[in-house]
Nanobody
Framework: QVQLAESGGGLVQTGGSLRLSCAPSGRTFRSYTMGWFRQAPGKEREFVAGLSWSGGSTNYADSVKGRFTISRDNAKNTVYLQLNSLKPEDTAVYHC??????????????????WGQGTQVTVSS
Protein backbone atom coordinates (compact mmCIF):
# COMPACT_ATOMS: atom_id res chain seq x y z
CA GLN A 1 0.00 0.00 0.00
CA VAL A 2 1.33 3.40 -0.98
CA GLN A 3 0.67 6.33 1.30
CA LEU A 4 1.31 9.83 0.02
CA ALA A 5 2.05 12.88 2.12
CA GLU A 6 2.04 16.40 0.71
CA SER A 7 3.73 19.43 2.20
CA GLY A 8 4.69 22.96 1.26
CA GLY A 9 1.34 24.68 1.04
CA GLY A 10 0.66 28.06 2.58
CA LEU A 11 -0.60 31.60 2.15
CA VAL A 12 1.01 33.78 -0.52
CA GLN A 13 0.18 36.99 -2.34
CA THR A 14 -0.72 37.18 -6.00
CA GLY A 15 2.41 36.68 -8.07
CA GLY A 16 4.16 34.69 -5.38
CA SER A 17 5.61 31.19 -5.49
CA LEU A 18 5.42 27.95 -3.55
CA ARG A 19 6.97 24.53 -3.93
CA LEU A 20 4.87 21.54 -2.99
CA SER A 21 6.40 18.18 -2.16
CA CYS A 22 4.94 14.69 -2.20
CA ALA A 23 6.72 11.88 -0.43
CA PRO A 24 5.31 8.38 -0.59
CA SER A 25 5.79 6.00 2.31
CA GLY A 26 5.63 2.28 2.34
CA ARG A 27 7.58 1.69 -0.82
CA THR A 28 9.64 3.42 -3.44
CA PHE A 29 7.61 5.18 -6.05
CA ARG A 30 10.22 4.91 -8.80
CA SER A 31 7.87 3.04 -11.16
CA TYR A 32 4.77 5.12 -10.51
CA THR A 33 3.20 7.70 -12.76
CA MET A 34 2.54 10.73 -10.58
CA GLY A 35 0.02 13.51 -10.71
CA TRP A 36 -1.08 16.65 -8.91
CA PHE A 37 -4.72 17.61 -8.64
CA ARG A 38 -6.49 20.41 -6.84
CA GLN A 39 -9.91 20.99 -5.39
CA ALA A 40 -11.42 24.34 -4.50
CA PRO A 41 -14.47 24.65 -2.22
CA GLY A 42 -17.64 23.70 -4.05
CA LYS A 43 -15.77 22.52 -7.12
CA GLU A 44 -14.76 19.16 -8.50
CA ARG A 45 -11.21 17.89 -8.24
CA GLU A 46 -9.26 18.98 -11.29
CA PHE A 47 -6.02 17.90 -12.88
CA VAL A 48 -3.04 20.21 -12.54
CA ALA A 49 0.06 18.34 -13.74
CA GLY A 50 1.40 14.84 -14.30
CA LEU A 51 4.75 13.13 -14.76
CA SER A 52 5.71 9.71 -16.06
CA TRP A 53 7.80 7.37 -13.95
CA SER A 54 10.89 8.14 -16.05
CA GLY A 55 10.28 11.87 -16.03
CA GLY A 56 10.24 11.83 -19.81
CA SER A 57 6.59 12.79 -20.21
CA THR A 58 4.78 15.66 -18.59
CA ASN A 59 1.23 16.90 -18.89
CA TYR A 60 -0.23 20.18 -17.67
CA ALA A 61 -3.64 21.73 -17.44
CA ASP A 62 -3.95 24.72 -19.75
CA SER A 63 -4.63 26.98 -16.77
CA VAL A 64 -1.17 26.34 -15.28
CA LYS A 65 1.05 25.92 -18.34
CA GLY A 66 4.06 28.18 -18.15
CA ARG A 67 3.54 28.84 -14.44
CA PHE A 68 3.74 25.42 -12.74
CA THR A 69 6.42 22.77 -13.11
CA ILE A 70 6.25 19.15 -11.99
CA SER A 71 9.43 17.22 -11.32
CA ARG A 72 10.65 14.20 -9.44
CA ASP A 73 13.80 13.17 -7.60
CA ASN A 74 13.78 9.39 -7.47
CA ALA A 75 16.85 9.34 -5.26
CA LYS A 76 14.90 11.29 -2.65
CA ASN A 77 11.65 9.48 -3.44
CA THR A 78 9.92 12.83 -3.80
CA VAL A 79 7.76 14.58 -6.39
CA TYR A 80 7.61 18.37 -6.55
CA LEU A 81 5.22 20.93 -7.94
CA GLN A 82 6.71 24.39 -8.36
CA LEU A 83 4.01 27.04 -8.41
CA ASN A 84 5.00 30.43 -9.82
CA SER A 85 3.03 33.56 -10.70
CA LEU A 86 0.23 32.44 -8.44
CA LYS A 87 -3.26 33.82 -8.89
CA PRO A 88 -6.23 33.90 -6.50
CA GLU A 89 -7.95 31.29 -8.69
CA ASP A 90 -5.14 28.86 -7.85
CA THR A 91 -6.46 28.72 -4.28
CA ALA A 92 -7.33 25.10 -3.50
CA VAL A 93 -6.28 21.98 -1.66
CA TYR A 94 -3.56 20.31 -3.73
CA HIS A 95 -3.41 16.53 -3.80
CA CYS A 96 -0.65 14.23 -4.93
CA UNK A 97 -1.65 11.02 -6.72
CA UNK A 98 0.10 7.89 -7.99
CA UNK A 99 -0.62 4.98 -10.26
CA UNK A 100 1.00 1.94 -11.84
CA UNK A 101 -1.80 1.53 -14.39
CA UNK A 102 -0.45 3.86 -17.06
CA UNK A 103 2.82 5.26 -18.30
CA UNK A 104 1.40 8.52 -19.67
CA UNK A 105 0.41 11.03 -16.96
CA UNK A 106 -3.22 11.41 -17.97
CA UNK A 107 -5.39 14.07 -16.42
CA UNK A 108 -8.14 11.61 -15.55
CA UNK A 109 -8.77 11.14 -11.82
CA UNK A 110 -9.79 7.56 -12.60
CA UNK A 111 -6.24 6.62 -13.62
CA UNK A 112 -4.79 7.23 -10.17
CA UNK A 113 -5.11 4.69 -7.37
CA UNK A 114 -3.33 6.38 -4.48
CA TRP A 115 -4.03 9.84 -3.08
CA GLY A 116 -2.63 12.06 -0.39
CA GLN A 117 -4.69 14.09 2.07
CA GLY A 118 -3.68 17.33 0.44
CA THR A 119 -2.03 20.61 1.31
CA GLN A 120 -3.80 23.98 1.30
CA VAL A 121 -2.63 26.71 -1.06
CA THR A 122 -4.20 30.13 -0.56
CA VAL A 123 -3.42 33.06 -2.82
CA SER A 124 -4.50 36.47 -1.62
CA SER A 125 -5.35 39.31 -4.00
Amino acid sequence: QVQLAESGGGLVQTGGSLRLSCAPSGRTFRSYTMGWFRQAPGKEREFVAGLSWSGGSTNYADSVKGRFTISRDNAKNTVYLQLNSLKPEDTAVYHCAATLRGTYPSGSVHLYDYWGQGTQVTVSS
